[in-house]
């Protein structure tokens, strides 16, 4: 399976920071579960930066990594046994998603009129598409006659720089209806980004 460069980044720095430096002098055919289960709580006391505690997400993460990394040795035949696949991984907290109030989205929308920022925030609160997809969008994705925004791909920053990726689902290739209010709203603000355009050629 394909992993893309970010995914990549992420699990070079986790064999970096919290794999190889507490089990990479053990031989992989000696590692065994009870090992990973230390390995976690080590993590969860002290793997972080300066020996701060790690969340059990990154815990988490980092056995999956690891977890792969067995996966892939035994299909090539040099380890006959997975021990991470033994002992789970810590489970996160369940952390609860604060989602605004329509009066909260009313009150952020009319502090931001007039600011550069006001279009975006109004059109993210309106589709709730993802960051990236939000960065990855062209005028050319957008049907303001038919309201509707088709999602393509999307913006990813990596250590090489900037590059658009395609989402990971065929479910990630979506179209997304505009209310009334967020299409007005996107008509006015490319009409100003057509007047700026003029003005700058007349300079």
């Not at 070079?12 to 230390?38: N, Y």
């Not at 600011?115 to 960051?131: D, E, K, N, Q, W």
């Not at 990813?156 to 290739?173: I, Q, S, V």
Request: some cysteine; charged content about 25%.
């Amino acid at each position: 399976m394909a992993i893309s460069p970010k995914t990549l980044e992420r699990y070079r720095q986790l064999l970096d920071q919290q794999i190889a430096p507490h089990l990479g002098a053990t031989m992989l055919q000696k590692l065994r579960p009870a090992q990973v289960h230390e390995w976690h709580a080590t993590l969860l006391k002290s793997g972080g930066k300066d020996g701060r505690p790690l969340s059990a997400r990154t815990v988490g993460h980092a056995h999956r990594v690891l977890h792969r990394g067995f996966e892939r040795a035994m299909r090539l035949e040099i380890v006959g046994r997975n021990p991470a696949h033994a002992v789970p991984p810590p489970k996160p907290n369940a952390a609860e998603v604060e989602i605004l109030s329509a009066d909260q989205i009313t009150d952020v929308l009319a502090r931001l009129v007039g600011h550069p920022l006001y279009p975006i925030v109004a059109f993210a609160l309106g589709t709730g598409m993802r960051r990236g997809e939000l960065c990855a969008l062209t005028w050319a994705s957008l049907d303001l006659d038919g309201a509707v925004v088709r999602v393509e791909r999307s913006l990813e920053e990596t250590a090489a720089g900037l590059r658009f990726k395609p989402p990971k689902t065929r479910h990630g290739h979506r179209s997304i209806s505009l209310a009334p209010q967020t299409v007005d709203i996107l008509r006015a603000h490319r009409r100003q980004q057509l007047e700026e355009r003029l003005d700058h050629m007349s300079a």
